[in-house]
């Protein structure tokens, strides 16, 4: 199983709609969590970070934790074609030190 | 949020030569730094932990003696790509951990694109 997991997509919304990310991830003990935004042929950009479960809020961007179901997952309200990306899923995990470990990435595509 | 910044941006070399990647930290102080490599629609790739004043922590696979990593400060990190050959071509990207909040987030620099004829 891997660490991270994603559905590597894509995944097509029409512009407005509400795109919906999904994660699992396989570390119980894993605290911290991350979502990246990365256009094609730039480095990842970072958007939401979550620690705790439950849903934070940042603009159009909802990420929801449920560290008992091993879930992360990212709503963008009222999606744009500026959206179209890879998303990455982030999971920091302990092996000693730490360790960030990356999903493959969700293809997102916004059609006008 | 915090800037990492990466030179050069490009870089065209023959095969047989050999790269250095700078990775600097311009806001915050990073003890640990990441180098990721990502070949053409695939995902990252983490190569080596750079930790300040000590050594890299490679990932199996990755062969320490062609990818040196030295991080001599707290922000600055060096990838230095030896005897590269055109199976090296690839986006090398390095990230800053800033630990400053406790949130241990990475912020990544703008990449490397290595091309090798």
């Known amino acids: 199983q891997k660490e991270v997991e994603q559905n590597s997509g894509p995944l097509s919304v029409p512009e407005g709609a509400i795109a919906s990310l999904n994660c699992t991830y396989s570390?119980?003990?894993?605290?911290?969590f991350f979502w990246y935004r990365q256009y094609s042929g730039k480095s990842p950009e970072l958007i939401m970070s979550i620690y705790s479960n439950g849903d934070k809020e940042d603009g159009r961007f909802t990420a929801q934790l449920n560290k008992a179901s091993q879930y992360v997952s990212l709503l963008i309200r009222d999606s744009q074609p500026s959206d179209s990306a890879t998303y990455l899923c982030?999971?920091?995990?302990?092996?000693?030190?730490?360790?960030?470990?990356f999903g493959a990435g969700t293809r997102l595509f916004v059609k006008a | 949020g915090a800037v990492v910044s990466q030179h050069p941006s490009r870089v065209i070399c023959k095969s047989g030569t050999s790269v250095k990647i700078e990775c600097r930290s311009l806001d915050f102080q990073a003890t640990t730094m990441f180098w990721y490599r990502q070949f053409p629609k695939q995902s990252l790739m983490l190569m080596a932990t750079s930790n300040e004043g000590s050594k890299a922590t490679y990932e199996q696979g990755v062969e320490k003696d062609k990818f040196l990593i030295n991080h001599a400060s707290l922000t600055l990190s060096t990838l230095t790509v030896t005897s590269a050959h055109p199976e090296d071509s690839s986006f090398y990207i390095c990230?800053?951990?800033?630990?400053?909040?406790?949130?241990?987030?990475?912020?990544f620099g703008p990449g490397t694109r290595l091309l090798v004829l």
């Open positions: 982030a999971v920091n995990i302990r092996t000693g030190g730490f360790k960030t470990i």
């Open positions: 570390d119980r003990g894993s605290q911290s």
């Open positions: 990230s800053a951990r800033d630990t400053g909040l406790g949130t241990e987030t990475q912020y």
